[in-house]
């Protein structure tokens, strides 16, 4: 996994060189990619609301009752005399987790992981739909606008947003009988509970409308697992630097001209902030927004889709 410069000379694509926040404004790239993402993402979206509501065989699909030791998943409780069993499902999922990422990278992060699919689908557009998109949030970043009524508002939205989803989170680990109790009541009743509510309702406040992609960046160890999970046959989204370099600008180019116009179109586009062309980084959670931003532009200039595809390291060295 290669080392990439950051632009601008920052070491992280959200922190600038003087140590303050570089706050990412991705332009979406309508695409083929993009449309796929984003049906998976309300299908997760749906489940994740609609599970906790479930019940086979009269039990909950999916139950974490941590105070109770007792796990219920599909219906099948597992209780701490089931340590065999529990050890092997463990096992399994974790084998699972690194043959899927040995051999498709970092698909999950991209396609399916509850950070991706809430920030991108959720909390993204609502902002460009307040703020005015791309253009409005810098041209607010540059006047250090962060408390006008449209910021307000939409920090507004995101609180009731943040509140129901920490309530279905708690689902999972409550139930929704006792969860819909706990509403029901006045604080002073359960106090606990409403603290735990709480907290999880400012945690989910916070990550999605100020930590974003840093999360991944930074708090996530599944990113950092890449360097020894990916090998040179795993599938990634990359640049064809034998096809797109040199790079020239539309009305530079000459016989001998890569592909690539320089157009920036995959930084502009890209949530973590990255350059795709720098090689393969930590950084990348293969959304695929820098293949639709480049298919597009290759299309306009008249040149074949795939300059920046999923492929894998040997395939693109050929």
């Known amino acids: 996994m290669t080392a990439a410069p950051v632009a601008g000379g920052r070491v992280l694509p959200t922190l600038n060189p003087d140590g303050s926040r570089h706050w990412i404004r991705p332009k979406p790239s309508d ?4 449309r796929r993402r984003r049906v998976m993402a309300y299908l997760l979206m749906v489940a994740f609301v609609a599970i906790p509501h479930l019940s086979i065989n009269g039990k909950p699909a999916i139950l974490l009752d941590a105070p109770r030791r007792e796990f219920t998943i599909l219906g099948t409780t597992f ?4 340590t065999l069993l529990l050890m092997l499902l463990l096992a399994t999922l974790v084998i699972a987790i690194f043959l899927f990422s040995a051999l498709f990278g970092r698909v999950w992060c991209g396609w399916a992981c509850p950070q991706t699919v809430y920030l991108e689908f959720l909390y993204r557009p609502i902002e460009r739909l307040f703020e005015g998109g791309r253009s409005g949030s810098l ?8 408390f006008t009524p449209r910021r307000l ?3 507004a939205v995101y609180l009731v947003i943040s509140l129901l989803l920490a309530h279905t989170f708690l689902a999972y680990f409550v139930g929704v009988e006792a969860l819909a109790r706990w509403v ?25 409308t100020w930590f974003r992609e840093q999360t991944c960046l930074i708090a996530c160890p599944y990113g950092r697992w890449q360097a020894v999970l990916l090998d040179r046959q795993s599938l990634v989204v990359a640049y064809d630097y034998n096809r797109g370099e040199p790079r020239t600008h539309v009305k530079d180019r000459v016989a ?3 592909d ?10 890209c949530p973590t902030g990255i350059d795709i062309r720098n ?22 200039v008249g040149s074949p889709h795939g300059l920046i595809r999923y492929a894998t390291q040997d395939a693109l060295a050929g």
């Open 256 to 258: 001998g001209s890569g």
């Open 31 to 34: 695409g083929p990619w993009w």
């Open 184 to 208: 029901r009541l006045s604080p002073y009743q359960h106090p606990v509970p409403f603290i735990v509510m709480a907290v999880t309702t400012a945690l989910v406040f916070i990550d999605f």
């Open 260 to 269: 690539c116009i320089d157009c920036g179109a995959c930084v502009i586009t």
């Open 279 to 300: 090689g393969l980084q930590m950084e990348c959670v293969h959304c695929t927004q820098c293949i639709d931003a480049c298919d597009r532009i290759m299309d306009q």
């Open 79 to 82: 209780l701490p005399t089931d």
């Open 153 to 155: 508002a939409k920090y």
């Open 139 to 146: 041209n607010m970043d540059r006047k250090g606008a962060h």
